[in-house]
């Protein structure tokens, strides 16, 4: 089995919502696209040059209320996820006669300029057939009917791009390898090391950075978390889209402390705190991927409760977010994080496996029960479909998220009662399924809104 070389930050990143595999994902590959044009010398004088992008398979189906078009033309004026104002990236398209002026370098110290308007984007039906990937995206750089520049990226999740015919950057094979939780347990065993020293070793070598550098990035991406729900939490008011869905993370923290019943208060406090980042997903803020942005509330909420609730220190938060990075690798190699491929169990299903992950190992948990309540939390969201209506992650993301980090809350203490030489599925079994699960899904339930709540909810 080929070894795990995906980086923490790969996993953890920032950019803007609503949804990685519809947004981030584009906007890195139309990113790539304008980077490849880099030197092109088109030769017909007076003639413009035009970019058409094709969308296919949940890009197409989703891909307006997720925001895809607006990403990828943001990529193409070298916008970047980290850093873009998210604003502005809602903005983009809005009057779809408004032309934009891409600027590329031709290499020979000249600027050309391409214009682009929402008619450059093409919303395919169907043609996914013979396609390796249902989110594809084929960008042409043309002059006339000159075809100058062709590219096939695919976007599998959690914002990982494909590019056709190219091969993935090598990188350097890790002290540890492993491919699955069995063969990470035996190396924590035969070594002696814990589970946060292997998953920072490994990134030590994949990266080059210092156990210092990775360390501050896991600090900035906490805060990050942190940001996202505090924004959340002060904000209220409508959602952006047709469906008008009002922001309840502030109601629910301020009904939660009302309650006299602590346990109440306690879950209150969680569903607030997950809604907030899963809020500002949806409305085009920016978050972290916690494998996805349409799961970026879940582990923010763990966090966000273990930190000022409970006090957990820097090092217990780190190393949280440490076993929550291994859980999302070992899924992403062995099914998939993505809710166009396998459903929602792919999405908030793993991010609430992660969160469980986190808070039994920030609490010094030992490995077997950190497996253990991963393994359960996923158990308990196989199948999971992935019905957005009208295509906006709104519904049912926002309070799936909340379900999600309650569910990792529940695991944490479910196998924290047990007793781990006798859990009777291991997490790797459990991923395994959930991958078969995906594969038997029909396509309805995979991000296309074409089934379940997407349809029946005609009212929203
Ligand atoms: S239902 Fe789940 S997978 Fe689908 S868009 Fe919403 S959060 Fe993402």
């Known amino acids: 089995m080929d070894s795990i070389t995906t980086s923490i930050f790969d996993i953890f990143k920032t950019g803007p919502g609503p949804s990685s595999s519809h947004t981030i994902g584009p906007m890195k590959a139309a990113l790539l696209f304008q980077d490849a044009m880099t030197g092109l010398s088109p030769d017909t004088p007076g003639q413009s040059l035009e970019i058409d992008v ?29 850093t873009c104002d998210c604003d502005l990236l809602y903005q983009l398209l809005e009057d779809p006669d408004k032309i934009y002026e891409i600027g590329f370098n031709t290499g020979t110290n000249k600027t050309g300029q391409i214009k682009f308007s929402s ?7 169907g043609g996914t057939e013979n396609l390796p990937f249902s989110n594809t995206m084929q960008l042409k750089l043309r002059q006339g009917n000159r075809l100058l520049l062709e590219k096939e990226y695919y976007s599998i999740g959690g914002g990982f ?8 950057e090598k990188k350097e094979r890790p002290p540890h390898a492993y491919g699955n939780m069995n063969q990470l347990r035996k190396i924590m065993q035969k070594t002696g090391l814990t589970l946060s020293q292997v998953i920072l070793e490994n990134e030590q070598a994949i990266t080059g950075k210092s156990e210092v550098q990775i360390h501050e990035n896991l600090d900035k991406i906490i805060g990050a978390m942190c940001t996202s729900v505090e924004k959340g939490l002060s904000t209220g008011g409508i959602l952006p889209g047709p469906i008008g869905l009002s922001r309840k993370a502030k109601v629910l923290l301020e009904n939660s402390l009302k309650m006299k019943w602590e346990t109440g208060s ?12 899963s809020e500002e997903n949806a409305a085009g803020q920016r978050v972290v991927t916690a494998p996805t942005s349409g799961s970026a509330g879940v582990i923010p909420g763990v966090i966000y409760l273990l930190k000022h609730q409970y006090h957990l220190s820097r090092k217990q938060l780190r190393e949280g977010m440490l076993a929550a990075a291994a859980i999302a690798f070992i899924a992403k190699k062995n099914a998939s994080i993505s809710g166009a491929e396998v459903g929602c169990q792919g ?23 950190v497996e253990n309540a991963a393994e359960i939390a996923l158990e308990h969201q196989l199948g999971m479909t992935c019905d957005p209506v009208g295509g906006y992650v709104q519904i049912p993301c926002i309070e799936r998220n909340a379900v999600g980090a309650v569910t990792a809350a529940n695991a944490y203490i479910l196998a924290e009662a047990g ?31 074409l089934g379940g709540l997407a349809v029946c909810c005609v009212s929203c």
């Open 419 to 449: 007793d781990p030489a006798r859990h009777k599925i291991t997490f790797d079994e459990v991923v395994e399924t959930m991958m078969k699960t995906g594969q038997d899904m029909c396509s309805r339930y995979k991000e296309t809104s």
């Open 119 to 125: 008619r450059h984007i093409h919303f395919e039906e």
């Open 347 to 369: 999405e908030v299903g793993v991010a609430s496996s992660m969160a469980a992950a986190f808070m039994t190992y920030a609490l010094e948990g030992p490995m077997r029960k």
């Open 266 to 277: 306690f879950m209150a406090k969680l569903n607030a705190y997950a809604m907030a980042a």
């Open 161 to 168: 791009i494909k590019c056709k015919g190219e091969q993935e």
């Open 54 to 82: 094709h969308l296919f398979g949940s890009l197409s189906l989703t891909g307006k209320g997720h925001g895809t078009h607006k990403a990828i033309l943001g990529g193409l004026l070298g916008w970047e996820p980290a």
